[in-house]
């Protein structure tokens, strides 16, 4: 059986989706806090398991009989993100799992400016400690969080963002949730670490260039990152605003320029490109 923790989200919700045309549901288990969330996953005959990443003891009940855990990331931050996956990990090996998928991030690492790599790079470190049998998916990061960064740069023909050159491999969360379904049900996956993005890269002069119509264009203007900061902190609790200064650094610095073909592969058809993206939302 094949499990999935965060599947009232919408990674895991979308990846239900796509397994659901691949595996029977009967083979399926949904773990999430609150069941009612996913009840209509329920009525198609998944099997519907209630755990939370901060009860080491319901995991382990949840995935009984279960041979392959995808662990989709938890949504906190720091030591509270890696304790919880820490009693995901040690919950499966108890339980018998034997093959664990990670949903992680482009190069983790414990000096990384986005904060959330550090996570995933303590993350990756438990699964390998635990000898268990892994897939890392390093998802970059999602267009579909794009709208929320360039806010109203189409409508103000300026795009303010601290980026200089730095690239990102953007890609749609459909697009991991599929490749994530049809990895999951196929072989060949043991001890592999995939960076999950589209294969051409941008920067935010080709976010700019994608924005621009015939009738506006769009220029990027590189604003120093302790102004970004210090705007977001009117608007966010400054622990938060430090996340975002931090991933605007990151992407500065190209911690997101992983371009790969990976994905492309594992769906058999290009992912959804940055351009196609942005074209479909104006
Ligand atoms: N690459 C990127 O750009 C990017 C962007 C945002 C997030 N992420 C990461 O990718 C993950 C998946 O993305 P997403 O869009 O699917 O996020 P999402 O919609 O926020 O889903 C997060 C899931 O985690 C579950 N969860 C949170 N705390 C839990 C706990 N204590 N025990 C069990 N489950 C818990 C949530 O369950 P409930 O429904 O019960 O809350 C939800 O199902 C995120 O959690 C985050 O780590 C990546």
């Given at each position: 059986?094949?499990?999935?923790?965060?599947?009232?989200?919408?990674?895991?919700?979308?990846?239900?989706?796509?397994?659901?045309?691949?595996?029977?549901?009967?083979?399926?288990?949904?773990?999430?806090?609150?069941?009612?969330?996913?009840?209509?996953?329920?009525?198609?005959?998944?099997?519907?398991?209630?755990?939370?990443?901060?009860?080491?003891?319901?995991?382990?009940?949840?995935?009984?009989?279960?041979?392959?855990?995808?662990?989709?990331?938890?949504?906190?931050?720091?030591?509270?993100?890696?304790n919880q996956h820490s009693n995901a990990i040690s919950a499966a090996k108890e339980a018998g799992v034997k093959h664990i998928f990670y949903t992680s991030a482009p190069n983790p690492s414990p000096t990384a400016l986005f904060a959330p790599a550090i996570d995933h790079f303590r993350t990756e470190n438990l699964i390998l400690e635990s000898g268990l049998t892994y897939t890392f998916f390093r998802n970059n990061l999602y267009l579909d969080i794009l709208p929320m960064v360039i806010g109203d740069a189409a409508q103000l023909g300026k795009l303010y963002y601290p980026a200089g050159d730095g690239k990102v491999s953007f890609v749609l969360r459909t697009d991991i949730a599929e490749g994530l379904a049809n990895a999951l049900t196929s072989e060949g996956h043991a001890n592999k670490v995939y960076d999950i993005g589209t294969p051409t890269a941008s920067s935010f002069s080709d976010i700019a260039a994608s924005l621009s119509s015939a009738d506006k264009t769009v220029d990027y203007i590189d604003i120093p990152g302790s102004a970004y900061e210090a705007e977001l902190v009117k608007h966010l609790p400054p622990v938060v605003a430090k996340i975002y200064a931090g991933m605007a650094e990151g992407i500065k610095q190209n911690e997101f320029n992983v371009p790969s073909s990976t994905l492309k592969d594992l769906l058999g058809r290009e992912p959804v490109s940055l351009d196609t993206y942005l074209k479909s939302l104006s």
């Open positions: 059986m094949i499990a999935i923790t965060g599947a009232s989200g919408h990674l895991g919700k979308a990846t239900l989706e796509f397994l659901l045309t691949k595996t029977s549901p009967e083979s399926i288990v949904a773990i999430v806090r609150d069941p009612q969330k996913i009840a209509e996953f329920a009525d198609k005959g998944v099997n519907v398991r209630q755990g939370d990443y901060t009860d080491k003891a319901s995991f382990v009940t949840s995935l009984a009989g279960v041979d392959t855990l995808l662990l989709i990331s938890s949504a906190v931050l720091g030591d509270e993100r890696v």
